[in-house]
């Protein structure tokens, strides 16, 4: 029907160039490219099921972790075998910040999960979150998003501009938290939130902006890869 089809296996890790480093090299940032564009669908969807839980939106987010650890694997061990090969110093360089991103991708796709996991107590609990975090939330998404798609470009292309920009808002991200979670206090003390609101939404304050630290080092990662 029109359900969405996603390969288990790398598309772009072709054994047969490993004796062509720079090729080699350039089908892993393909590969890296893919993981992340699969763990920002893993951020959305699992961010949306705060408000509408789905249990069919649960079991996708589920296989897309499958697949996003499956290719962290992969590329991972295509390095190792790349590694075997004479490498010249950039090329070296290349390859030991390609592992660093490929985990710190892989990361991004744990919290979307531990973000789900939130979303399945908060919808099994009845749990609501006032009007106030709910803005809070809002405004510190809209900034990690945006950090996640300026760090899925950065693996395509080099960019001091977005560079700059992610690591602007990853601070902006730690102060909107310390705010949120200041707020959430004086929410709670003065009864205007529900008692089984605050750890989820404590929790996931945390997981936000955990994200947006991975974000930073993968923008931290393409500084070194050019030399900049």
């Not at 090969?85 to 950039?90: G, Y």
């Not at 789900?116 to 709910?134: C, I, M, N, P, W």
């Not at 601070?171 to 310390?178: H, L």
């Not at 947006?212 to 080092?217: E, K, R, T, V």
Request: aromatic fraction near 8%; charged fraction near 35%.
């Amino acid at each position: 029907g029109t359900e969405e089809t996603l390969p288990l296996t790398p598309e772009y890790l072709d054994e047969r160039r490993l004796n062509e480093p720079e090729i080699a090299l350039d089908c892993v940032r393909k590969e890296l490219e893919r993981e992340m564009t699969l763990a920002e669908k893993m951020m959305v969807e699992s961010t949306g099921l705060l408000d509408r839980y789905d249990k069919g939106k649960d079991r996708n987010i589920g296989y897309i972790e499958m697949v996003v650890d499956h290719l962290r694997r992969q590329i991972v061990r295509y390095l190792w075998k790349l590694s075997y090969r004479e490498l010249t110093e950039p090329r070296t360089r290349r390859l030991f910040l390609y592992t660093a991103m490929a985990d710190d991708i892989e990361r991004i796709g744990d919290h979307a999960v531990n973000i789900l996991d939130l979303a399945r107590t908060k919808h099994y609990r009845g749990v609501q979150f006032s009007q106030g975090g709910e803005k809070e939330l809002r405004d510190i998404g809209r900034l990690v998003f945006d950090n996640l798609y300026m760090a899925r470009l950065l693996l395509d292309r080099s960019d001091l501009e977005l560079v700059r920009r992610i690591t602007d808002q990853e601070e902006e991200v730690d102060i909107k938290t310390r705010e949120a979670r200041e707020n959430h206090l004086t929410r709670f003390y003065n009864r205007i939130c529900q008692d089984e609101a605050g750890p989820i939404f404590i929790e996931y304050l945390v997981q936000l902006e955990r994200v947006s630290d991975h974000c930073q080092n993968i923008a931290d990662y393409t500084v070194d890869l050019n030399g900049q």
